[in-house]
């Protein structure tokens, strides 16, 4: 079969060919599928929940739980900050003390000797007795407590806050005290403390933590740097990774179980501390 390139009427004859072919009706050409631009996955963030493979698994021993700590200090990097005194006091609820209060600070004495020691629960009791004096010049209604709690462990909480802070300060609040105290079963077994040490001996009790405080012997292994050396105050090692781990923890325990958007803590080693926020 022959093909022709004229194209051909009805009746066989020829057809004419317009020659403005541009006021004649075309079709546009077909457009291309427009499609959405493709994305290659998400890289993840380098932050604890992102790296946990099984959440609902709790971390335990020892070894796995200092890897713990040191993913989340990973994961706080950024985050600590130092700031001087005098302005970390601006962040700080209440009233400045009065001269009176202040005078009365100044009458208090503070026994070194006690918190040279290289046993760290021996500090407990001391920093609770010291601790309550000065508390007791607060406001009646706003009265806190020291207890210390590096010995026993939060049994209403969640069993996966089995933690023990060294000392917590909490409201001086029947309800408070209900939450901390010991039984006194549990009492008994505790032969080896001494009449002092069990007066401040308790719980820990997320829901009723106003302050907690992580206490470290001069030459144990700290989270920061104590000395007022104008040194880079974060310590580089993996003991003190662990060390500030373990204090975003008990932060994030705070408000795990209470309705807050901030908490205070104090890290002290031996006679030098440092406030936290």
């Not at 950024?78 to 209060?101: A, R, Y």
């Not at 000392?167 to 105290?181: G, M, N, Q």
Request: with cysteine.
């Amino acid at each position: 079969m022959e093909s022709s390139s004229a194209p051909q009427t009805a009746s066989g004859d020829t057809a004419q060919i317009p020659t403005d072919a541009a006021k004649q009706p075309r079709t546009p050409p077909k457009a291309s599928a427009v499609l959405p631009p493709q994305f290659g996955s998400t890289p993840p963030k380098p932050t604890l929940n992102a790296q946990q493979g099984n959440a609902i698994v709790g971390i335990k021993g020892r070894k796995l739980r200092d890897r713990f700590y040191t993913r989340l200090d990973t994961d706080m990097s950024g985050n600590w900050v130092e700031i001087p005194v005098d302005k970390f006091s601006d962040f700080l609820p209440g009233d400045e003390p009065t001269d009176t209060v202040l005078a009365t600070f100044n009458e208090e004495t503070f026994d070194e000797s006690k918190f040279t020691t290289t046993n760290e629960e021996d500090m407990y009791t001391p920093y609770c007795s010291t601790a309550e004096k000065i508390l007791a010049l607060g406001p009646e209604d706003r009265r806190l407590v020291a207890r210390d709690t590096g010995r026993y462990t939060d049994t209403r909480g969640s069993p996966n806050e089995k933690m023990r802070p060294d000392v917590i300060l909490y409201p001086a609040t029947k309800k408070a005290e209900d939450a901390y105290s010991l039984k006194e079963n549990e009492l008994a077994k505790a032969a080896d403390m001494t009449p002092e040490q069990k007066m401040y001996v308790a719980r820990p009790s997320w829901a009723w933590a106003d302050l907690v405080m992580d206490i470290k012997t001069e030459n144990g292994d700290h989270p920061f740097h104590f000395a007022a050396s104008g040194e880079e105050f974060l310590l580089d090692t993996e003991a003190a990774m662990v060390r500030r781990g373990q204090i975003a923890n008990y932060a994030a325990a705070v408000l795990r179980n209470q309705h807050r958007q901030f908490c205070f803590m104090v890290v002290a080693a031996g006679c030098r501390a440092r406030l936290l926020r």
